[in-house]
């Protein structure tokens, strides 16, 4: 995910069903997934420098989810474990480093990031995903370790690699901690997704070895060949987590961002037509078998390169991931970072994110992006924000439903009332009855008409707010005096299934 593993590679190389009139024009997508990685690791994008007071903190957070509200975005995905330590209270594992300084160190009583950045992504009708790293244990080898960080209680877990302590992906009580390790999440926070980057078995490096032999000896299970071995090791864990995600919390997400490359076509027939560094040689990620087998929710590769980049076009890995997602979603993940960079000329040319998001929009097998990272789209990116801002993600959307995992409509909202008052215009309802598989609502939209506008609840340039919280009210500060509006709440669910609208009501500000 950093930008010198992105530079290395490169030298190896339903909208509700409901309609009262449908627009004529070409309108924007309703449903699109529209993400922002936030990197904590060595404080790439929060919190700015370890050892901030929890105001800080907060107020740094506050700020950067309110950029990204402005920007249309609608999912956060924050890393909360970057190497076997923790951005949450609720955790086997020291405090992160990267929080308050020192390894071990907690925050003041009371204060829980993860807990905050939840609910104040919701009240701004934003997802959180909590993004773990699920192998890498230190960063280099001069890392301060806590006395109870893993590598300490159980130096055999490990392998060091160019440096780093890794967790060995072939030991069987490795990968159940992992497993532990995230459930700890999934039970105790109300997250809507879990989310890997690319870091399984580590990115090769000139003279490093993987010091697995010995675990391989005994824990080959009639494999032959290693590198089949550890992309086996990588495959259990990912089943696994599939099984045990979804049998405690059905609608948590779960994603994984690989590399770019699954193979290239000259490996393999049924590869992309690209020549560079692949997940499953490489990584021993075999990425695409996890979305063929439906182990992942959404697939999200890391397409960071040009439309002109020729070991691996932006366009020709679109088109390709587009035809292998086996029915799930496939996000695409977008270099940010690398707006206005040197390496190449295409990358200093101002529309090519715009371009590419536009290229994605043409294709009805991508459902969304995500950006790389959230610190580039207010410095180097800033010009792609503006575009998001003014054109592309002017309007809100919802993300994309899953309806293998829930395809049950929530009852829409009752008693919807509204009154003008002197501040603007005060919406009340009530919350929906029972749906059949037992959800009422976990958050709302509300659109708005001017009097005499065609009502239609699949233009998002209608919505005034969405939020992911069950608050059966709003308060519409953005009137004009004396104008009439028409007003429709719906209710969503877990999942963001959509219900029938409750209204439309009329009022005349005051």
């Known amino acids: 995910m950093l930008k010198k593993i992105v530079f290395t590679i490169f030298t190896t190389l339903i909208a509700a069903p409901l309609i009262y009139a449908q627009p004529a024009a070409k309108i924007a997508p309703k449903r699109e997934f529209r993400g922002v990685w936030v990197a904590t690791v060595t404080n790439i994008d929060w919190p700015s420098r370890p050892g901030l007071s929890v105001d800080q903190q907060k107020q740094e957070l506050i700020g950067l989810l309110e950029q990204h509200k ?17 951005f949450y209270r609720k955790s086997r594992e020291p405090w992160s480093q990267w929080l308050m300084g020192r390894q071990g160190l907690a925050p003041a009583a009371g204060y829980d990031p993860l807990e905050f950045a939840i609910k104040e992504a919701h009240s701004r009708g934003m997802e959180l995903h909590a993004w773990f790293n699920p192998y890498r244990a230190t960063m280099s080898s001069s890392s301060v370790i806590s006395s109870d960080h893993m590598t300490r209680k159980r130096p055999d877990w490990f392998f060091t690699y160019g440096g780093k302590k890794q967790f060995d992906p072939g030991l069987p009580e490795v990968r159940e901690y992992i497993v532990q390790v995230i459930l700890d999440v999934v039970k105790g926070y109300d997250v809507d997704g879990i989310h890997f980057d690319d870091y399984f078995y580590p990115y090769p490096l ?36 599939d099984d045990s995600i979804h049998f405690y919390k059905k609608y948590v997400k779960f994603g994984i961002s690989p590399f770019g490359i699954w193979k290239n076509q000259s490996e393999d027939t049924l590869g992309s037509d690209t020549h560079g560094l692949s997940n499953f040689h490489e990584l021993y990620a ?7 087998e439906g182990w992942v929710d959404y697939i999200n590769p890391q397409i960071y390169f040009s439309f002109t980049r020729k070991a691996a076009p932006f366009g020709t890995l679109v088109d390709w991931w587009s035809e292998n997602t086996y ?67 002017r309007y809100p959307a919802l993300p994309p439903q899953m309806p293998w995992l829930d395809e049950i409509v929530p009852n829409e909202p009752q008693d919807l009332s509204a009154v003008a008052v002197s501040v603007g215009v005060q919406l009340k309802w009530a919350a929906p009855l029972k749906a059949a598989d037992g959800e009422t609502a976990s958050g709302y939209v509300i659109y708005r008409f001017e009097e005499g506008e065609k009502i239609s609840v699949l233009d998002p340039k209608n919505i005034l707010r969405i939020s992911f919280e069950d608050f059966p009210f709003f308060l519409d500060t953005s009137v004009e005096k004396g104008k009439r509006y028409n007003y429709l709440v719906t209710a969503l669910d877990r999942l963001k299934n959509e219900s029938e609208p409750s209204g439309p009501i009329g009022v005349e500000a005051q």
């Open 70 to 86: 402005r920007s249309g975005m609608n999912a956060i995905l924050l890393q909360v474990r970057p190497a076997a330590d923790a």
């Open 206 to 241: 000139a003279g490093q070895h993987i010091s697995d032999a010995e675990t391989f000896s005994k824990y080959g299970d009639g494999f032959t060949n290693i590198n089949d071995w550890r992309r086996n090791n990588v495959d259990v864990l990912i089943k696994q987590l």
């Open 327 to 393: 029915g799930r979603h496939l996000y695409i993940g977008q270099a940010a970072y690398l707006v206005n960079q040197k390496m190449e000329a295409a990358w200093r040319v101002p529309n090519q994110i715009p371009e590419q998001i536009r290229y994605i929009r043409k294709n009805n097998r991508v459902q969304g992006s995500i950006f790389f990272s959230s610190k580039s789209l207010s410095t180097v990116a800033r010009g792609t924000q503006d575009s998001l801002r003014n054109d592309l993600y």
């Open 286 to 292: 075999d990425s695409r078998k996890w979305i063929k």
